[in-house]
């Protein structure tokens, strides 16, 4: 009976598939622990290293608070795990492409670890950015707003979620030209279908800056400007691709 035998080997093809997908959330998360452990262990330096972006547009008389009893480890232990969450990413992006690679021709493989290596760098490259030009902007004028005896006291819990909400903003929002030509890479769209839709990114770039930031100007408009110019970049890339798709052949073998 064939037909019972497609379907036999179907289901034996999706187990197989799901015991493959829950090994690579497992290593995932192991990886995750272990990088916790470590950042743990080193916490208070790493606590200093977040808290330096704001303390030094701090004013005399000016000071983060903490606002709860158990928040003095709670912000620790938050600190390990936003670190930990940023330095495993290399991880659970490799894993992913691990998960799909059988899946792939050997000159889409070829084509796939340039481009998961470019993700972990343009990764890095949006929290480095977020860190070192967006948060000296975003404190510097919220630090220089004096109310007349009303020090500036950040409650540091809100602080650390406002940082860690945009540095994983602008880590995600530099996957553009990865997503960009992803998209081509896919048969999904065309770079000439992308270059028609200039006017409508422009404008959904400061809306996702809008909803992925604080509500203020500054932060929105350094998330919206990267985003768009890093489409344009997605647009050449996915053009160059195209290009080298065109003159080579498709192989017939994975």
Known sequence: MPDAQDKTEGAMALLEHLDELRSRLMRVVLSY???????????????????????????????????????PFMIYLKA??????????????????????????KKEKHFAFPLLASSILLFYTGIAFAYYVVFPLIFGFFGSIEIDGAPWTPDIASYLDFITSIVLAFGIAFEVPIATLLLVWAGLTTPETLGKARPYVFLGAFVVGMLLTPPDVISQTLL?????????AGIVMSRMFAKKNEKEPEPSEK
């Open 224 to 232: 919206a400007v990267p985003v768009y110019l890093l489409y344009e």
């Open 33 to 71: 622990i272990v990088v916790l452990g470590a950042c743990w262990a080193v916490s208070k330096p790493i606590l200093e290293f977040l808290l330096r972006p704001i303390e030094e547009n701090l004013f005399e008389g000016d000071a983060i608070v903490f606002i709860h009893l158990t928040e």
């Open 80 to 105: 390990s795990a936003v670190a930990a969450l940023f330095i495993a990413m290399p991880v659970v992006l490799y894993q992913v492409w691990a998960f799909v690679a059988p899946g792939l021709y």
